[in-house]
T-cell receptor, first 113, second 115 residues
Framework: EADIYQTPRYLVIGTGKKITLECSQT?????MYWYQQDPGMELHLIHY???????EKGDLSSESTVSRIRTEHFPLTLESARPSHTSQYLC????????????FGDGTRLSIL | AQSVTQLGSHVSVSEGALVLLRCNYS??????LFWYVQYPNQGLQLLLK??????LVKGINGFEAEFKKSETSFHLTKPSAHMSDAAEYFC?????????????FGTGTKLQVIP
């Protein structure tokens, strides 16, 4: 069963719209992550957070922004969506010491027309 | 810098046959190693992990992997494939990098199980 939830699961929307992808976890994990996944490619980290009020950019440059006001919530926002943002976005969390495995949500598949 | 190479983007096996998915990594120090499985329209689920200790690691669903430092490999195996094993499998390497746990994923291997 999923302890980390992403909504919406699928989103098709026009260029220029503001989008927020939601991610919530009920496990109390301090660390949370956003990955971008494209077919045949490795997962690319775009944002991560150590805890509340902590956010950092990942390896892959992204025009999206994130916030971490509550431990359980880590939303990702695109102010003005473009076709190049079309991808699958995966949220993950982990607890405690570094090296612990990450728990993933089921992803949001985003299509920008 | 760390990297992960998964040999074969697609692997097909017959039901009941051995499953072998290959993963090689490069790292300046011994890393933590993971295998994840992804079923269609779902996120990644942890199969098994190696941190320290025994180099043969057993995971869920009958999978296991062996850490071979001399070969910088962490291949995933299962003695007998089931139809339900059809999915995409990702190998991942984790290292501390400036106080942050950097996780690098391979490009994935899609496993097809033929009846």
């Amino acid at each position: 069963e999923a302890d980390i939830y992403q909504t919406p699961r699928y989103l098709v929307i026009g260029t220029g719209k503001k989008i927020t992808l939601e991610c919530s976890q009920t496990m109390g994990h301090d660390k949370m992550y956003w990955y971008q996944q494209d077919p045949g490619m490795e997962l690319h980290l775009i944002h991560y957070s150590y805890g509340v009020n902590s956010t950092e950019k990942g390896d892959l440059s992204s025009e999206s922004t994130v916030s971490r006001i509550r431990t359980e919530h880590f939303p990702l926002t695109l102010e003005s969506a473009r076709p190049s943002h079309t991808s699958q976005y995966l949220c993950a969390s982990s607890e405690g010491a570094w090296g612990r495995p990450q728990h993933f949500g089921d992803g949001t598949r985003l299509s920008i027309l | 810098a760390q990297s992960v190479t998964q040999l074969g983007s697609h692997v097909s096996v017959s039901e009941g046959a051995l499953v072998l998915l290959r993963c090689n990594y490069s790292s300046s120090v011994p890393p933590y190693l993971f295998w994840y499985v992804q079923y269609p329209n779902q996120g990644l689920q942890l199969l098994l992990k190696y941190t320290t200790g025994a180099t043969l690691v057993k995971g869920i669903n009958g999978f296991e992997a062996e850490f071979k430092k001399s070969e910088t490999s962490f291949h995933l195996t299962k003695p007998s494939a089931h139809m339900s094993d059809a999915a995409e499998y990702f190998c991942a390497v984790s290292l501390n990098s400036g106080g942050y746990q950097k996780v690098t994923f391979g490009t994935g291997t899609k496993l097809q199980v033929i009846p």
